[in-house]
């Protein structure tokens, strides 16, 4: 099976950063599209970023120019850098993994994260 953890979650004043890193392990050939979404109390999850296996990233328009997605595709890691944060951002931060499982096969698999808690005080 694949695992996708997630780490780097936490309490921060508005204004303030957090980077956030995800994972994956497993069964794994190789990663391709990665992503972050989160979810705020009473609200549905949301696309915050993607990245793909050549590192061409998309962003949502609330986060664009604050947050930055990366990858380490050797480490099966995605990390989103979160900067000038506010209490909208305050939601649990999920992350999303692509991944192909077999050499053979080019078949691809959606994984998540448990989810990790961020929080933005004003």
């Known amino acids: 099976q694949v695992q996708l953890v997630e780490s780097g979650g936490g309490l921060v004043q508005a204004g303030g950063s957090l980077r956030l890193s995800c994972a994956a392990s497993?069964?794994?050939?190789?990663?391709?599209?990665m992503a972050w979404y989160r979810q705020a109390p009473g609200k549905q999850r949301e696309l915050v970023a993607t990245?793909?296996?050549?590192?061409?990233?998309n962003y949502a328009d609330s986060v664009k120019g604050r947050f930055t997605i990366s990858r380490d595709n050797a480490k099966n890691t995605v990390y989103l850098q979160m900067n000038s944060l506010k209490p909208e951002d305050t939601a649990v931060y999920y992350c999303?993994?692509?991944?192909?499982?077999?050499?053979?096969?080019?078949?691809?698999?959606?994984?998540w994260g448990q989810g990790t808690q961020v929080t933005v005080s004003s």
């Open positions: 990245i793909t296996s050549s590192d061409s990233a």
């Open positions: 497993g069964s794994i050939f190789s990663t391709n599209a």
């Open positions: 999303n993994a692509d991944v192909r499982r077999r050499a053979w096969s080019t078949a691809s698999y959606s994984y």
